[in-house]
């Protein structure tokens, strides 16, 4: 599993935390310390929250959808891209205003162009990583636009 990955996991965390009326400052960085992340995934994914703060206090403290939000409804050969565990992770990462409506479709055109298939829910978290730090898998190493968190910057 990649560090993006990781840190987004770290992120589901905190958002989903949110969702549930919890503060922010009240999320226990020792038990993702006890989870395995490293000091400097959290720190990522908390700067990466605290970027949006003020989106995730409106947005992720409402445990409604909004109305004038909704869910695109896939078809059945859409749906068969997916295992049951791809399917209900790109409902929670949409309920929890990670995932829009607009990733979704970029996702099931990638899909449908490069011919995937069974595409789980670790697959949509590197997906869902790629989107959120335009991590270009094309691109060498050295090309990368987001720094791991232990570099020195001159």
């Known amino acids: 599993m990649s560090v993006f990955e990781r840190i987004i996991e770290i992120i589901i965390y905190v958002v989903t935390e949110l969702k549930q009326k919890r503060a922010l400052s009240d999320i226990s960085i020792q038990e993702l310390n006890d989870r395995g992340y490293s000091t400097e995934e959290i720190s990522t994914a908390f700067s ?6 003020e989106i995730t206090e409106n947005l992720f403290m409402n ?3 909004p109305s004038d939000r909704s869910f695109r409804v896939f078809n059945d050969s859409e749906k068969e891209l ?6 209900a992770e790109i409902i929670r990462l949409n ?3 990670l ?3 607009e990733n979704i479709e970029q996702l ?8 995937y298939y069974k595409i789980d829910d670790k697959q949509l978290k590197n997906y869902l ?5 335009k991590i270009n898998t094309q691109m060498p190493n ?7 968190g232990n570099e020195d910057i001159n």
């Open 129 to 133: 990583a790629q989107t959120i730090f």
């Open 48 to 53: 990466w929250i605290a970027d949006r703060l």
């Open 99 to 101: 995932l829009t409506n």
């Open 108 to 115: 099931l055109d990638r899909a449908v162009f490069l011919g």
């Open 63 to 65: 445990t409604q959808l």
């Open 95 to 97: 309920l929890l205003g």
């Open 142 to 148: 050295g090309s990368r636009i987001m720094l791991y």
């Open 82 to 87: 997916f295992t049951k565990e791809g399917w």
